[in-house]
Nanobody, 132 residues
Framework: QVQLVESGGGLVQAGGSLRLSCAAS???????????MGWFRQAPGEEREFVAT??????????YYADSVKGRFTISRDNAKNTVDLQMNSLKPEDTAVYYC????????????????????WGQGTQVTVSS
Protein backbone atom coordinates (compact mmCIF):
# COMPACT_ATOMS: atom_id res chain seq x y z
CA GLN A 1 0.00 0.00 0.00
CA VAL A 2 1.13 3.54 -0.76
CA GLN A 3 0.10 6.57 1.26
CA LEU A 4 0.07 10.04 -0.23
CA VAL A 5 -0.28 13.13 1.93
CA GLU A 6 -0.74 16.57 0.43
CA SER A 7 0.15 19.81 2.15
CA GLY A 8 0.57 23.48 1.33
CA GLY A 9 -2.97 24.48 0.51
CA GLY A 10 -4.54 27.65 1.83
CA LEU A 11 -6.12 30.98 1.04
CA VAL A 12 -4.36 33.35 -1.34
CA GLN A 13 -5.30 36.45 -3.29
CA ALA A 14 -5.55 36.40 -7.05
CA GLY A 15 -2.14 36.79 -8.60
CA GLY A 16 -0.45 35.13 -5.68
CA SER A 17 1.43 31.84 -5.40
CA LEU A 18 1.23 28.61 -3.47
CA ARG A 19 3.39 25.52 -3.42
CA LEU A 20 1.70 22.18 -2.82
CA SER A 21 3.68 19.16 -1.74
CA CYS A 22 2.83 15.46 -1.81
CA ALA A 23 4.75 13.05 0.40
CA ALA A 24 4.72 9.36 -0.51
CA SER A 25 5.26 6.48 1.90
CA UNK A 26 4.00 3.02 2.73
CA UNK A 27 4.86 -0.55 3.49
CA UNK A 28 5.02 -1.54 -0.17
CA UNK A 29 6.37 1.75 -1.37
CA UNK A 30 9.77 1.40 -2.95
CA UNK A 31 10.96 4.58 -4.58
CA UNK A 32 9.15 7.52 -6.03
CA UNK A 33 11.15 7.22 -9.23
CA UNK A 34 9.12 4.10 -10.08
CA UNK A 35 5.85 6.02 -10.21
CA UNK A 36 4.32 8.50 -12.54
CA MET A 37 2.75 11.20 -10.39
CA GLY A 38 -0.13 13.50 -11.06
CA TRP A 39 -2.07 16.38 -9.62
CA PHE A 40 -5.81 16.69 -10.10
CA ARG A 41 -8.33 19.13 -8.70
CA GLN A 42 -12.02 19.26 -7.98
CA ALA A 43 -14.00 22.45 -7.63
CA PRO A 44 -17.39 22.50 -5.86
CA GLY A 45 -20.07 20.97 -8.04
CA GLU A 46 -17.55 19.95 -10.67
CA GLU A 47 -15.87 16.71 -11.68
CA ARG A 48 -12.28 16.09 -10.77
CA GLU A 49 -9.97 17.29 -13.52
CA PHE A 50 -6.39 16.79 -14.58
CA VAL A 51 -3.87 19.50 -13.66
CA ALA A 52 -0.36 18.16 -14.21
CA THR A 53 1.66 14.98 -14.43
CA UNK A 54 5.29 13.94 -14.36
CA UNK A 55 6.47 10.69 -15.89
CA UNK A 56 8.71 8.10 -14.28
CA UNK A 57 12.36 8.96 -13.92
CA UNK A 58 13.45 6.43 -16.56
CA UNK A 59 11.08 8.18 -18.96
CA UNK A 60 12.89 11.42 -18.34
CA UNK A 61 10.49 12.90 -15.77
CA UNK A 62 8.68 14.67 -18.56
CA UNK A 63 5.90 17.03 -17.54
CA TYR A 64 2.48 17.67 -19.01
CA TYR A 65 -0.13 20.24 -18.04
CA ALA A 66 -3.74 21.09 -18.55
CA ASP A 67 -4.14 24.06 -20.90
CA SER A 68 -5.76 26.05 -18.11
CA VAL A 69 -2.60 25.99 -15.97
CA LYS A 70 0.14 25.81 -18.60
CA GLY A 71 2.74 28.52 -18.03
CA ARG A 72 1.55 29.16 -14.46
CA PHE A 73 2.00 25.80 -12.70
CA THR A 74 5.10 23.64 -12.46
CA ILE A 75 5.23 20.03 -11.29
CA SER A 76 8.49 18.61 -9.99
CA ARG A 77 9.70 15.55 -8.13
CA ASP A 78 12.39 14.88 -5.54
CA ASN A 79 13.00 11.14 -5.55
CA ALA A 80 15.40 11.33 -2.61
CA LYS A 81 12.71 12.92 -0.44
CA ASN A 82 9.82 10.98 -2.03
CA THR A 83 7.93 14.17 -2.70
CA VAL A 84 6.18 15.72 -5.66
CA ASP A 85 5.50 19.43 -5.65
CA LEU A 86 3.16 21.69 -7.57
CA GLN A 87 4.28 25.30 -7.77
CA MET A 88 1.30 27.48 -8.59
CA ASN A 89 1.87 31.06 -9.71
CA SER A 90 -0.44 33.79 -10.97
CA LEU A 91 -3.36 32.12 -9.27
CA LYS A 92 -6.87 32.89 -10.38
CA PRO A 93 -10.20 32.52 -8.57
CA GLU A 94 -11.05 29.69 -10.97
CA ASP A 95 -8.12 27.72 -9.56
CA THR A 96 -10.08 27.33 -6.33
CA ALA A 97 -10.50 23.61 -5.69
CA VAL A 98 -9.41 20.66 -3.63
CA TYR A 99 -6.11 19.47 -5.07
CA TYR A 100 -5.25 15.78 -5.07
CA CYS A 101 -1.96 14.00 -5.56
CA UNK A 102 -1.99 10.63 -7.30
CA UNK A 103 0.47 7.85 -8.06
CA UNK A 104 0.47 5.55 -11.07
CA UNK A 105 2.02 2.14 -10.52
CA UNK A 106 1.73 0.46 -13.92
CA UNK A 107 3.63 1.82 -16.91
CA UNK A 108 1.42 2.59 -19.87
CA UNK A 109 0.78 5.22 -22.51
CA UNK A 110 1.81 8.67 -21.45
CA UNK A 111 -1.48 10.04 -22.76
CA UNK A 112 -3.29 7.95 -20.16
CA UNK A 113 -1.65 9.98 -17.40
CA UNK A 114 -4.22 12.72 -18.02
CA UNK A 115 -6.98 10.31 -16.93
CA UNK A 116 -7.74 9.89 -13.23
CA UNK A 117 -8.62 6.25 -13.85
CA UNK A 118 -4.98 5.53 -14.65
CA UNK A 119 -3.85 6.22 -11.10
CA UNK A 120 -3.68 3.61 -8.38
CA UNK A 121 -3.23 5.68 -5.24
CA TRP A 122 -4.69 9.00 -4.12
CA GLY A 123 -4.16 11.44 -1.32
CA GLN A 124 -6.93 13.02 0.74
CA GLY A 125 -6.58 16.39 -0.92
CA THR A 126 -5.71 19.90 0.16
CA GLN A 127 -7.94 22.94 -0.24
CA VAL A 128 -6.77 25.87 -2.33
CA THR A 129 -8.89 29.02 -2.26
CA VAL A 130 -8.08 32.01 -4.43
CA SER A 131 -9.90 35.22 -3.58
CA SER A 132 -10.57 37.94 -6.13
Amino acid sequence: QVQLVESGGGLVQAGGSLRLSCAASGRTFSTLSSYAMGWFRQAPGEEREFVATITRSWRGSRTYYADSVKGRFTISRDNAKNTVDLQMNSLKPEDTAVYYCAADLITGDISDLMREGKYDYWGQGTQVTVSS
